[in-house]
């Protein structure tokens, strides 16, 4: 027994200089030793010859396939159709409507990413209600602008609109399925699992097949839906089983005495659901979620099966081109990097959005 | 199921209401319930007044969470009459959410909102269910963390408090819905033994203010002190209730003697 309590010191210096970090993780044994050489090897003989054909031997620029070499990579194909990869077959001297439409995008992306912007809210508020509206306007035309058929819309932009439309309209219906699967009404209940799990089972180009040759089938031929309205419903429809799924998964990880809680306090059940419930659970499925968001970015380009050109679509047609013939790789190089951009970006912002809700538990 | 005129949820609200005593705040008649085929509670009678102060004790299993919590219909009943403050609970949403606002509810794990701030947590009832401006619902949810000794807490989430204030700020939360009468179920079962006392302290205070109380709890110090009646319920039934000097010391059925002979001496 001793008297006297002994005072906190501080934890031992832990900081290690380069050369002894590199022992402890690189070389710390004879198979670790041997690991790291081999490595630093496979990356000296692949990344030479890679950065040669990508960078150094490349045709930047170019009017055709003569420009380039054999020995580099021909990127001159890219910058020369780049116009088509990102309007698609939209009409030159009307671009400028779709850079508007990029530009209000990347502002309210800005805006609702960036944490010391005021007034959240109403930017939230237009980006859900009103920016679908204006951005048809934009795109489509109608009121003073002229008339762009969106058999014309294309590339980038016809990829970003599926899939922002895609995302924002099936969360909230996703959402309404998950509770609706949970719901104590036999009927509700009994309709969202069957809508969950009919969608879920067909393949996503099945839908597509669907929406644009067979539902024009059963409905009067008055009634004309456009091609990119119908592949977007299909998406939307398709996507939300999933979502619900998703969403389902972190309803059930909030414990049973949340429900009560609410309940004896005397909120009705949506109340409960929307501040109490959804906020804890939707936390929960941010890694569910951006997965499904991702996924969904990527299935856009399978509206090619309907004659709608995204990105992917665009390229490869760009690939038929007898000015440019034999730069395959290029086109699909440049296209799967713009695919993981976007998606990667998403997974960054989701890591950062889970930062930030995180609160001590 | 398809006898629904046994389930007392599902009935009318009678006008038999109005007959039973004015004065009992919770009036419980011939209350029966199954968990399946397991009969929970058996043929409860229970009244209890305004201010009053009434303890439920009992061996695990005996089914005094499940009396409680039928109180606020977070049980459903299958038979029997549950009247709180005058209103009849059905299975009518309406009347559901009504009893719930007169009615406080303490839980063993606090349930508060892990998402919400401690001032948050108190103000949502008030403002959302009684529609009490945002200004207004602060001030008083401060009042009542105040008298919990917790104010400087309020900015603070839940998960960084110790269970103890948890658990006073659940009290606190309840209180500001201003209820009729305060449900606890078990509320310092969760707790270090460090953390108890200021849980007690703060049900005592609440005691000694008048509010109307129905406590499930093993410390039989807490119900010595603060009781009017002590109910002993075995096996679903009510075994036996009394004041709490005459149930400590002068126990009439052997049962809650024993059970008193296993809570009080170890």
Redesign the interface.
């Given at each position: 027994m001793s008297d006297q309590m002994i005072p906190a010191r501080k934890p031992p210096k832990q900081s290690v200089g380069l050369l002894v970090w590199s022992k402890n993780n690189l070389f710390a044994s004879l198979p670790s030793t041997v690991a790291t050489v081999l490595i630093v090897y496979g990356l000296y003989l692949l990344l030479p010859p890679v950065v040669q054909w990508g960078l150094l031997d490349a045709t930047w620029w170019g009017s055709d396939g003569t420009a380039c070499t054999t020995e580099g990579a021909c990127w001159a194909f890219v910058t020369a159709r780049l116009d088509q990869f990102i309007y698609g077959f939209y009409p030159q001297d009307h671009q400028w409507r779709a850079n508007v439409f990029f530009f209000q995008l990347v502002l309210l992306i800005g805006w609702l990413t960036i944490k010391a912007t005021p007034g959240k809210k109403w930017v939230l508020g237009y980006a859900l209600l009103l920016m679908p509206l204006v951005s048809w306007w934009l795109l489509y035309g109608g009121l003073g602008l002229k008339i762009v058929a969106t058999h014309q819309w294309g590339g980038l932009m016809l990829t970003l609109l599926l899939a922002l439309c895609g995302m924002v309209a099936s969360l909230p219906f996703g959402i309404l399925l998950a509770l609706g699967r949970r719901s104590n009404m036999p009927v509700i209940r009994a309709l969202s699992t069957a809508y969950i799990e009919m969608w879920r089972g067909v393949p996503l180009i099945t839908v597509l097949f669907m929406a644009s040759v067979m539902l024009p089938l059963f409905v009067p031929e008055q009634v004309v839906f456009d091609k990119l309205l119908r592949a977007l419903i299909g998406i939307v429809m398709f996507q939300a089983a999933y979502m619900a799924e998703v969403v389902r998964g972190g309803l059930q990880a909030i414990?049973k005495?949340?429900f009560?809680?609410?309940?004896?306090?005397?909120?009705?059940y949506w109340?409960g659901m929307v501040?109490?419930i959804l906020?804890?659970a939707m936390?929960l499925v941010i890694p569910g979620v951006v997965n499904t968001f991702i996924a969904l970015f990527k299935d856009t380009s399978l509206v090619l099966v309907i004659g709608l050109f995204d990105l992917l679509a665009i390229v490869q047609a760009g690939l038929n081109d007898p000015a440019w013939l034999g730069f395959a790789v290029e086109g699909y190089l440049f296209a799967g990097f713009v695919f993981w951009a976007f998606c990667y970006g998403m997974s960054k912002y989701s890591q950062r959005l889970e930062q930030q809700?995180h609160?001590?538990? | 199921m398809i006898d629904y005129l046994d389930e007392p949820c599902l009935q009318k609200p009678l006008s038999q209401t109005l007959e039973q005593k004015a004065s009992s705040l919770i009036d419980i008649r011939g209350l029966n319930k199954w968990y399946g085929q397991f009969h929970v509670l058996r043929d409860i009678d229970l009244q209890i007044h305004k201010g009053e102060k009434v303890v439920i004790c009992g061996p695990s299993g005996s089914g005094k969470s499940t009396l409680i919590r039928c109180i606020n219909c977070l049980e459903e009943h299958q038979q029997g009459s549950i009247v709180v403050d005058g209103t009849r609970l059905t299975n009518d949403l309406d009347n559901i959410e009504t009893i719930r606002r007169e009615v406080g509810m303490v839980f063993q794990q606090f349930n508060l909102f892990p998402h919400l701030t401690i001032l948050e947590n108190c103000t949502l009832a008030p403002i959302w269910v009684r529609k009490q401006a945002k200004k207004e619902a602060e001030k008083v949810a401060m009042e009542y963390l105040e008298r919990v000794q917790i104010p400087d807490q309020a900015h603070k989430y839940p998960g960084q408090l110790s269970g103890g204030q948890q658990q006073r700020v659940a009290i606190a939360r309840s209180l500001c819905m201003n209820p009729e009468v305060m449900l606890f179920d078990e509320p310092t079962s969760a707790l270090d033994p460090e953390m108890i006392k200021e849980v007690l302290d703060v049900m005592i205070e609440l005691a000694r203010e008048g509010m109307t109380m129905l406590c499930v709890t093993h410390e039989m110090g807490f119900a010595r002190t603060v009781a009017d009646r002590v109910i002993f319920m075995d096996e679903g039934q009510i075994i036996e209730q009394a004041p709490p000097a005459e149930f400590f010391d002068n126990p009439r059925s052997e049962r809650t003697r024993q059970f008193l002979g296993q809570v009080l001496n170890h």
């Amino acid at each position: 027994m001793s008297d006297q309590m002994i005072p906190a010191r501080k934890p031992p210096k832990q900081s290690v200089g380069l050369l002894v970090w590199s022992k402890n993780n690189l070389f710390a044994s004879l198979p670790s030793t041997v690991a790291t050489v081999l490595i630093v090897y496979g990356l000296y003989l692949l990344l030479p010859p890679v950065v040669q054909w990508g960078l150094l031997d490349a045709t930047w620029w170019g009017s055709d396939g003569t420009a380039c070499t054999t020995e580099g990579a021909c990127w001159a194909f890219v910058t020369a159709r780049l116009d088509q990869f990102i309007y698609g077959f939209y009409p030159q001297d009307h671009q400028w409507r779709a850079n508007v439409f990029f530009f209000q995008l990347v502002l309210l992306i800005g805006w609702l990413t960036i944490k010391a912007t005021p007034g959240k809210k109403w930017v939230l508020g237009y980006a859900l209600l009103l920016m679908p509206l204006v951005s048809w306007w934009l795109l489509y035309g109608g009121l003073g602008l002229k008339i762009v058929a969106t058999h014309q819309w294309g590339g980038l932009m016809l990829t970003l609109l599926l899939a922002l439309c895609g995302m924002v309209a099936s969360l909230p219906f996703g959402i309404l399925l998950a509770l609706g699967r949970r719901s104590n009404m036999p009927v509700i209940r009994a309709l969202s699992t069957a809508y969950i799990e009919m969608w879920r089972g067909v393949p996503l180009i099945t839908v597509l097949f669907m929406a644009s040759v067979m539902l024009p089938l059963f409905v009067p031929e008055q009634v004309v839906f456009d091609k990119l309205l119908r592949a977007l419903i299909g998406i939307v429809m398709f996507q939300a089983a999933y979502m619900a799924e998703v969403v389902r998964g972190g309803l059930q990880a909030i414990p049973k005495g949340q429900f009560e809680a609410f309940g004896s306090l005397g909120l009705s059940y949506w109340q409960g659901m929307v501040l109490i419930i959804l906020p804890q659970a939707m936390k929960l499925v941010i890694p569910g979620v951006v997965n499904t968001f991702i996924a969904l970015f990527k299935d856009t380009s399978l509206v090619l099966v309907i004659g709608l050109f995204d990105l992917l679509a665009i390229v490869q047609a760009g690939l038929n081109d007898p000015a440019w013939l034999g730069f395959a790789v290029e086109g699909y190089l440049f296209a799967g990097f713009v695919f993981w951009a976007f998606c990667y970006g998403m997974s960054k912002y989701s890591q950062r959005l889970e930062q930030q809700l995180h609160q001590g538990r | 199921m398809i006898d629904y005129l046994d389930e007392p949820c599902l009935q009318k609200p009678l006008s038999q209401t109005l007959e039973q005593k004015a004065s009992s705040l919770i009036d419980i008649r011939g209350l029966n319930k199954w968990y399946g085929q397991f009969h929970v509670l058996r043929d409860i009678d229970l009244q209890i007044h305004k201010g009053e102060k009434v303890v439920i004790c009992g061996p695990s299993g005996s089914g005094k969470s499940t009396l409680i919590r039928c109180i606020n219909c977070l049980e459903e009943h299958q038979q029997g009459s549950i009247v709180v403050d005058g209103t009849r609970l059905t299975n009518d949403l309406d009347n559901i959410e009504t009893i719930r606002r007169e009615v406080g509810m303490v839980f063993q794990q606090f349930n508060l909102f892990p998402h919400l701030t401690i001032l948050e947590n108190c103000t949502l009832a008030p403002i959302w269910v009684r529609k009490q401006a945002k200004k207004e619902a602060e001030k008083v949810a401060m009042e009542y963390l105040e008298r919990v000794q917790i104010p400087d807490q309020a900015h603070k989430y839940p998960g960084q408090l110790s269970g103890g204030q948890q658990q006073r700020v659940a009290i606190a939360r309840s209180l500001c819905m201003n209820p009729e009468v305060m449900l606890f179920d078990e509320p310092t079962s969760a707790l270090d033994p460090e953390m108890i006392k200021e849980v007690l302290d703060v049900m005592i205070e609440l005691a000694r203010e008048g509010m109307t109380m129905l406590c499930v709890t093993h410390e039989m110090g807490f119900a010595r002190t603060v009781a009017d009646r002590v109910i002993f319920m075995d096996e679903g039934q009510i075994i036996e209730q009394a004041p709490p000097a005459e149930f400590f010391d002068n126990p009439r059925s052997e049962r809650t003697r024993q059970f008193l002979g296993q809570v009080l001496n170890h």
